[in-house]
Each structure stands twice: as structure tokens, then as C-alpha cells.
């Protein structure tokens, strides 16, 4: 038996008979009538005058009339062989029959097999269009949230349509990919190609998703004339899986590598670009990623670093280039570091050797120019290896062969000065060592101190440390040196005292520059005389330490420093004494090094002078000496008629 006798059998036995529509008949008494009311109109139009009738009022209007069943669904007007205007109705789920789930076949007129046209099927009189139906699967199709957001009727031995579930209705706790629908028994995916659509009435389907990611292509603006093959500017891919295939990217003047998953910078001139991390299509996709940026290079077609060398043809010799002819060659898309081989073989000098055509010169280095950050001009600078980034040249920067030392006179403003700079005639080749003369032609300057050698620079300004005859250098060429000169007025004299009566000499000076410190000297470190019978213990800046105040004033020892200051005046500084026959060490424990103290207990008469009748008194004095502490202690002897 054919599906359609098999549905017209179901529908049969399913539901009433279906009746046609009353509007479709037309007796005769009914054509009589209106005949008559036409010649009533057109008597009245007549005794009205001349009238411009308008075309479509002659025109016959037509009902259609949609049955379901055996009630009406709706109607619709038409005129005569308009038959695009009528709507094509779709019965809601309520009128469907009952018993069964049924699939809606679409409207047949009254024993017709084949759908209703309403696209060619030209009206000229009311008609009655007739629903029909086919037992059919019902297919519901749930959202994330279980809610059901759309159904699907499968007529028998037709296969489901599907559905695809708007963005809208995803979850939204991140980007999610669609995989496909689960059947929610079985827990499988849906096939819709091999389903057993005759099996069951019902299927439930539930989607299945997996985390993805979205990806802007970035560094591909159109207002910089790029253009992408395919035009996409943003990706989807799953997490762990693949793009398969990324666009190509072209833009004017530029080169495309690749896409890199950091940023990278888009340089506006010839340069090594940072490559970043290359993102190829085979590439797996991260779960954080959200960008992928173009990387790009300039379009030159090499970069060229160029060798200059002295020409000895021109009266300024090392001071004038020309070009060598040597060069050597660099790639501008490498994504590697590019360096000059200055060792390569042809390369015209190498560093430290002598080179007889220029004068038994010494090769220095190679020399360019590079633009200053706090001027912006070009300035030379010393190329150490530097990464090459664009087309440059080097200059060659030579030694002479043998190199002076020169000194030079003070420059003093309103000062002169006498006497004559030392001479040094000998010749010194490149790096060896010398000594620093002695202003052995008496340079002098009114009122001012000789105080050493100051090295001057390329422009002849003389700075840096103070150099001292006898000071050893090493030749890193022609080296000159200027006389240095302090005014007095920057001094001050430290004066050392034996402090005993008939010392020879009594007294010994230094001299110390303003703002410099001075190391304290010991005793035997100066031309003192030593003192018979006693012991020296420090320096103090008062003759005695008995009364205020003086007492309990640290000692000076030797080693220790103090600064000079300005207007501070004579230094005086008074070696003090103990009497050999007071004098107790006791060495104890390592302690941390503190100044000497010297402590009166009781009142009396001052031992450093060597005078007698001291009475009660003891004094301590502590000092450090390779890091342990000695105590000595004075103390006076009873007499016999104290004992």
C-alpha cells in the first residue's frame, strides 16, 4: 500500500469527515439577484451623468476557506487571479488530531493529491483548502537549562531537519563550542542520518559543548592598509585543538611572518623585530588565549655594514676615511641576533697589530656614529659587538707607534707662575708603564701649594685624581699631564708636640688641604725624640688631661683619623706620658676597638709631667690593639711612712 493511502486509511479512522466549505455552492435564485441588483446600479449611475469608474471596482473578489477537520481555521479574501496575496496558514498544535503524534502535510483541495500551489494557482472562484496529516516523531530540543526551546515533527520515512540552538541560549561562564545534540536516554550523540526514526515516538536532545576561545587577529588595522586572505579578523577554536588553517596577511612596504601569541613591536624603520612566540595553524590553543598579533618587518632588501679606513693620501691622515671597499651583509627578517666578525678573513685591520703602512700604527678598534640621547646629534662611539639593527659604517681608529708624555704649565686665572714643566724625552709604545716625574723644574705660583700631576682629557681640560711623582701609568697613547696647584689659604698645619721639657726638636708640622682627613702618626713615626723612662700612651689636643675640659677626652692614636675643616686653625696635638714604673698591662678578652679613654679616680697632680706627690690616683687607659683589649693601670706607690 502507498504512504498516502496508508495516511488517508489513518485519518479515516482518526476523525470525522472533513465537509467542504458552504461557500463554495451557487444557486440559481442567488445569480438571479444579482443580475437584477447590476441593472439597478447602472439605471442610477445613468440618471447621475457622465462617471470614471475605477477599474478594480469591476474586479470579483473570492473567498478561501481553510478547514481542519471538519471546523474552519480561517479564511482569506482574494481578487480573481491574485494568488500570491493569500497567506499561507500553519495550524497551531491544538488543532492537530488527536491519538496520535502527527507531522502537518500542508492544504490539498478536495480530493486532491498534490499540495495546494499558492504560488501559480490562479482564482476565479471561492475555493475550500483542506488540512492533512501524517502520523510523525516528535523531536524536542532542550536548552542548557533544561527548558524545552523547540520541537520537530518527523513525518514517517522522512529524516529530522535539526535545530541549532542560538548563542544567546549558551552557557555564560565562558566562551563555549557546540559539539552536537546528546540523546538524553542514551546518553550518545544523535545521529540524524541513521536514527531509527519508526522505533519511538519521542527523542529529547540536550547539547553538548566544549570550552573554547575566541582570538582578535591584532596588528592589522585597516587604516594601516592591511589586507587578510581569508578577510577574518577574529578565530574560534576549541581548547587543546587546533585553528587549521590562520589568515595570510599583506600590507604595503612591509613583510608578514607569522602570528605571535605575545605582543611584538611594529617597527617604523629597519630593525630586528622581537619575534615573540610563533603561533602556527597546527598550533594547540591554550585556554587563556584571546589575541594573536601580526608580526612584521620593513622591506629592505639588505642591510650593509660598511669598513672605512685612514687616508694617508690627505694632509689630515688619521683624521680623514675612505671607504675600503670591504663590507659585510645582513638579513633583515633574521629572528636571530646579527654581529660584524670583526676577525673575519679581509676584514682590513685587526685589533692591537701593527700596521707598517701607517706608520708602525696600532690598531685601536672601529669607531661609528651613533646618535647622542641627551642631544640628538651624532656623536663617535666605540662599536663593541652591538646587535646589528640597519646599514652602517665603521671607521678604523689607530694608535700612532710611539707615544710622549707631555706636562703642562697650571692655568690659574690671575695667577702666573715661575720655574719650568719637567721633560720627559723618551718614546713609549702602546701599552707600558711609566713613571710620573717630579716638578723637578720648580714650578711655582704665588701664594698657591704644588700638590701634583692631573691627566687632561681630548679637549684639554685637566680632572680626576691627583697624580704624584713616582705615580705609576700605563701609555694608552699620547698622554699629558698639567701642573696642579692649591692655594694655601685650602691648608692647615697639623703640629705634633713631645711635650716634655728639652725635647730636641720640640715639634714636628704637616701640612693637610681643606676638607682632606689626616691619619694620625704614631710616635715613633715622626722626629720626635723618645723620652727616658717613661711611656708613650696617645696624642691629645690639650697638654694636660687634669681639669675641665679636658679630663676623660679620648686619645688619639696612631692610625686614627679625623677631617680638617675650614678656618679650624693650627692642629695641635700633645704626646702624652707615663712613668714606666706605673704601668700595669693586663690583656683580656677580645672586644670590639674603642678610642683610648684615660679616667681620673681621685684628684692630683698630673703624672705626664713626671712630678711627684700624686696622690690616690689611678688612672686606666684602655686601648685596642689587634683586636684585644689592654688595660693598663697606674698607680702611685705608698711611701714608707704611708705602708
Same mark, same amino acid.
Request: net charge negative; charged share 20%.
Given at each position: 500500500?502507498?504512504?498516502?493511502?496508508?495516511?488517508?486509511?489513518?485519518?479515516?479512522?482518526?476523525?470525522?469527515?472533513?465537509?467542504?466549505?458552504?461557500?463554495?455552492?451557487?444557486?440559481?435564485?442567488?445569480?438571479?439577484?444579482?443580475?437584477?441588483?447590476?441593472?439597478?446600479?447602472?439605471?442610477?449611475?445613468?440618471?447621475?451623468?457622465?462617471?470614471?469608474?475605477?477599474?478594480?471596482?469591476?474586479?470579483?473578489?473570492?473567498?478561501?476557506?481553510?478547514?481542519?477537520?471538519?471546523?474552519?481555521?480561517?479564511?482569506?479574501?482574494?481578487?480573481?487571479?491574485?494568488?500570491?496575496?493569500?497567506?499561507?496558514?500553519?495550524?497551531?498544535?491544538?488543532?492537530?488530531?488527536?491519538?496520535?503524534?502527527?507531522?502537518?502535510?500542508?492544504?490539498?483541495?478536495?480530493?486532491?493529491?498534490?499540495?495546494?500551489?499558492?504560488?501559480?494557482?490562479?482564482?476565479?472562484?471561492?475555493?475550500?483548502?483542506?488540512?492533512?496529516?501524517?502520523?510523525?516523531?516528535?523531536?524536542?530540543?532542550?536548552?542548557?537549562?533544561?527548558?524545552?526551546?523547540?520541537?520537530?515533527?518527523?513525518?514517517?520515512?522522512?529524516?529530522? /531537519? =535539526?535545530? #541549532?540552538?542560538?548563542?544567546?541560549?549558551?552557557? %555564560?561562564?565562558?566562551?563555549?563550542? @557546540?559539539? *552536537? +545534540?546528546?540523546?538524553?536516554?542514551?546518553?550518545?550523540?544523535?545521529?540524524?542520518?541513521?536514527?531509527?526514526?519508526?522505533?519511538?515516538?519521542?527523542?529529547?536532545?540536550?547539547?553538548?559543548?566544549?570550552?573554547?576561545?575566541?582570538?582578535?587577529?591584532?596588528?592589522?588595522?585597516?587604516?594601516?592598509?592591511?589586507?587578510?586572505?581569508?578577510?577574518?579578523?577574529?578565530?574560534?577554536?576549541? /581548547? =587543546?585543538? #587546533?585553528?587549521?588553517?590562520?589568515?595570510?596577511? %599583506?600590507?604595503?612596504?612591509?613583510? @608578514?611572518? *607569522? +602570528?605571535?601569541?605575545?605582543?611584538?613591536?611594529?617597527?617604523?624603520?629597519?630593525?630586528?623585530?622581537?619575534?615573540?612566540?610563533?603561533?602556527?595553524?597546527?598550533?594547540?590553543?591554550?585556554?587563556?588565549?584571546?589575541?594573536?598579533?601580526?608580526?612584521?618587518?620593513?622591506?629592505?632588501?639588505?642591510?650593509?655594514?660598511?669598513?672605512?679606513?685612514?687616508?694617508?693620501?690627505?694632509?689630515?691622515?688619521?683624521? #680623514?676615511?675612505?671607504?675600503?671597499?670591504?663590507?659585510?651583509?645582513?638579513?633583515?627578517?633574521?629572528?636571530?641576533?646579527?654581529?660584524?666578525?670583526?676577525?673575519?678573513?679581509?676584514?682590513?685591520?685587526?685589533?692591537?697589530?701593527?700596521?707598517?703602512?701607517?706608520?708602525?700604527?696600532?690598531?685601536?678598534?672601529?669607531?661609528?656614529?651613533?646618535?647622542?640621547?641627551?642631544?640628538?646629534?651624532?656623536?663617535?662611539?666605540?662599536?663593541?659587538?652591538?646587535?646589528?639593527?640597519?646599514?652602517?659604517?665603521?671607521?678604523?681608529?689607530?694608535?700612532?707607534?710611539?707615544?710622549?708624555?707631555?706636562?703642562?704649565?697650571?692655568?690659574?686665572?690671575?695667577?702666573?707662575?715661575?720655574?719650568?714643566?719637567?721633560?720627559?724625552?723618551?718614546?713609549?709604545?702602546?701599552?707600558?708603564?711609566?713613571?710620573?716625574?717630579?716638578?723637578?723644574?720648580?714650578?711655582?705660583?704665588?701664594?698657591?701649594?704644588?700638590?701634583?700631576?692631573?691627566?687632561?682629557?681630548?679637549?684639554?681640560?685637566?680632572?680626576?685624581?691627583?697624580?704624584?711623582?713616582?705615580?705609576?701609568?700605563?701609555?694608552?697613547?699620547?698622554?699629558?699631564?698639567?701642573?696642579?696647584?692649591?692655594?694655601?689659604?685650602?691648608?692647615?698645619?697639623?703640629?705634633?708636640?713631645?711635650?716634655?721639657?728639652?725635647?730636641?726638636?720640640?715639634?714636628?708640622?704637616?701640612?693637610?688641604?681643606?676638607?682632606?682627613?689626616?691619619?694620625?702618626?704614631?710616635?715613633?713615626?715622626?722626629?720626635?725624640?723618645?723620652?727616658?723612662?717613661?711611656?708613650?700612651?696617645?696624642?691629645?689636643?690639650?697638654?694636660?688631661?687634669?681639669?675641665?675640659?679636658?679630663?676623660?677626652?679620648?686619645?688619639?692614636?696612631?692610625?686614627?683619623?679625623?677631617?680638617?675643616?675650614?678656618?679650624?686653625?693650627?692642629?695641635?696635638?700633645?704626646?702624652?706620658?707615663?712613668?714606666?714604673?706605673?704601668?700595669?698591662?693586663?690583656?683580656?678578652?677580645?672586644?670590639?676597638?674603642?678610642?683610648?679613654?684615660?679616667?681620673?679616680?681621685?684628684?692630683?697632680?698630673?703624672?705626664?709631667?713626671?712630678?711627684?706627690?700624686?696622690?690616690?690616683?689611678?688612672?686606666?687607659?684602655?686601648?685596642?690593639?689587634?683586636?684585644?683589649?689592654?688595660?693598663?693601670?697606674?698607680?702611685?706607690?705608698?711611701?714608707?711612712?704611708?705602708?
Amino acid at each position: 500500500m502507498r504512504i498516502r493511502e496508508r495516511i488517508d486509511e489513518r485519518m479515516s479512522k482518526s476523525r470525522p469527515h472533513r465537509s467542504r466549505s458552504i461557500s463554495v455552492r451557487k444557486p440559481f435564485l442567488n445569480r438571479i439577484v444579482a443580475i437584477t441588483l447590476g441593472l439597478l446600479v447602472l439605471l442610477v449611475i445613468t440618471s447621475l451623468g457622465p462617471l470614471t469608474l475605477n477599474a478594480s471596482a469591476l474586479e470579483n473578489e473570492y473567498t478561501v476557506t481553510f478547514m481542519v477537520g471538519d471546523r474552519v481555521y480561517t479564511t482569506e479574501e482574494t481578487d480573481e487571479g491574485i494568488c500570491q496575496a493569500v497567506e499561507e496558514p500553519t495550524p497551531k498544535a491544538e488543532w492537530f488530531p488527536a491519538g496520535f503524534r502527527w507531522a502537518f502535510l500542508g492544504w490539498f483541495e478536495e480530493d486532491a493529491d498534490e499540495q495546494f500551489d499558492f504560488a501559480n494557482t490562479q482564482i476565479t472562484e471561492n475555493i475550500t483548502l483542506i488540512a492533512k496529516f501524517s502520523d510523525a516523531l516528535l523531536i524536542s530540543y532542550k536548552a542548557p537549562s533544561g527548558i524545552i526551546v523547540h520541537s520537530e515533527s518527523v513525518e514517517m520515512g522522512a529524516k529530522a /531537519v =535539526g535545530y #541549532t540552538l542560538p548563542n544567546n541560549l549558551y552557557p %555564560t561562564d565562558r566562551y563555549w563550542l @557546540f559539539d *552536537y +545534540w546528546m540523546d538524553e536516554v542514551t546518553e550518545n550523540e544523535f545521529n540524524f542520518e541513521t536514527a531509527d526514526y519508526d522505533t519511538l515516538d519521542h527523542f529529547v536532545l540536550k547539547p553538548q559543548f566544549s570550552p573554547g576561545v575566541q582570538v582578535s587577529l591584532l596588528n592589522v588595522a585597516a587604516a594601516s592598509g592591511v589586507t587578510l586572505t581569508p578577510p577574518q579578523t577574529t578565530l574560534t577554536a576549541r /581548547v =587543546g585543538g #587546533t585553528f587549521g588553517t590562520l589568515p595570510t596577511a %599583506t600590507r604595503p612596504g612591509y613583510t @608578514f611572518h *607569522y +602570528w605571535s601569541s605575545t605582543s611584538v613591536p611594529v617597527p617604523t624603520s629597519p630593525n630586528v623585530f622581537n619575534p615573540g612566540t610563533e603561533f602556527k595553524a597546527d598550533t594547540p590553543v591554550p585556554a587563556n588565549m584571546d589575541s594573536l598579533w601580526a608580526v612584521w618587518s620593513m622591506d629592505p632588501e639588505v642591510w650593509t655594514v660598511k669598513f672605512f679606513i685612514p687616508d694617508l693620501t690627505n694632509p689630515g691622515g688619521y683624521d #680623514t676615511y675612505i671607504d675600503s671597499g670591504y663590507k659585510q651583509e645582513f638579513d633583515p627578517y633574521s629572528v636571530t641576533a646579527q654581529r660584524v666578525d670583526i676577525n673575519a678573513a679581509g676584514i682590513p685591520f685587526i685589533k692591537d697589530q701593527h700596521y707598517e703602512d701607517y706608520s708602525d700604527g696600532v690598531f685601536n678598534r672601529w669607531m661609528w656614529e651613533i646618535v647622542s640621547g641627551s642631544t640628538g646629534e651624532f656623536v663617535w662611539s666605540a662599536y663593541n659587538n652591538q646587535p646589528v639593527s640597519q646599514s652602517f659604517n665603521l671607521y678604523a681608529d689607530f694608535f700612532p707607534g710611539s707615544f710622549k708624555v707631555t706636562y703642562h704649565p697650571p692655568t690659574i686665572a690671575g695667577y702666573t707662575h715661575t720655574g719650568t714643566v719637567p721633560v720627559d724625552d723618551r718614546n713609549f709604545a702602546y701599552g707600558v708603564l711609566f713613571q710620573l716625574l717630579f716638578n723637578t723644574g720648580n714650578l711655582a705660583v704665588e701664594d698657591h701649594v704644588f700638590i701634583g700631576w692631573k691627566l687632561r682629557d681630548e679637549n684639554g681640560v685637566a680632572g680626576g685624581f691627583t697624580l704624584y711623582g713616582n705615580n705609576i701609568r700605563t701609555i694608552t697613547g699620547h698622554m699629558h699631564y698639567e701642573a696642579y696647584f692649591v692655594h694655601e689659604s685650602q691648608f692647615q698645619d697639623v703640629v705634633y708636640h713631645a711635650n716634655y721639657d728639652g725635647a730636641t726638636p720640640a715639634t714636628q708640622s704637616e701640612t693637610v688641604m681643606v676638607g682632606d682627613e689626616h691619619t694620625v702618626l704614631g710616635y715613633n713615626q715622626t722626629i720626635l725624640p723618645a723620652r727616658p723612662g717613661y711611656t708613650f700612651v696617645g696624642w691629645s689636643k690639650s697638654p694636660e688631661l687634669t681639669g675641665p675640659p679636658q679630663q676623660g677626652e679620648p686619645l688619639l692614636l696612631q692610625g686614627e683619623t679625623f677631617t680638617i675643616t675650614e678656618n679650624a686653625g693650627t692642629v695641635n696635638l700633645y704626646a702624652m706620658w707615663l712613668r714606666d714604673t706605673d704601668v700595669t698591662e693586663i690583656i683580656t678578652t677580645p672586644s670590639k676597638p674603642k678610642p683610648a679613654q684615660v679616667e681620673t679616680i681621685s684628684t692630683g697632680t698630673s703624672p705626664y709631667t713626671g712630678d711627684a706627690g700624686m696622690k690616690g690616683m689611678l688612672l686606666m687607659l684602655s686601648t685596642s690593639v689587634a683586636g684585644l683589649t689592654v688595660l693598663t693601670v697606674v698607680k702611685r706607690k705608698k711611701k714608707k711612712s704611708e705602708r
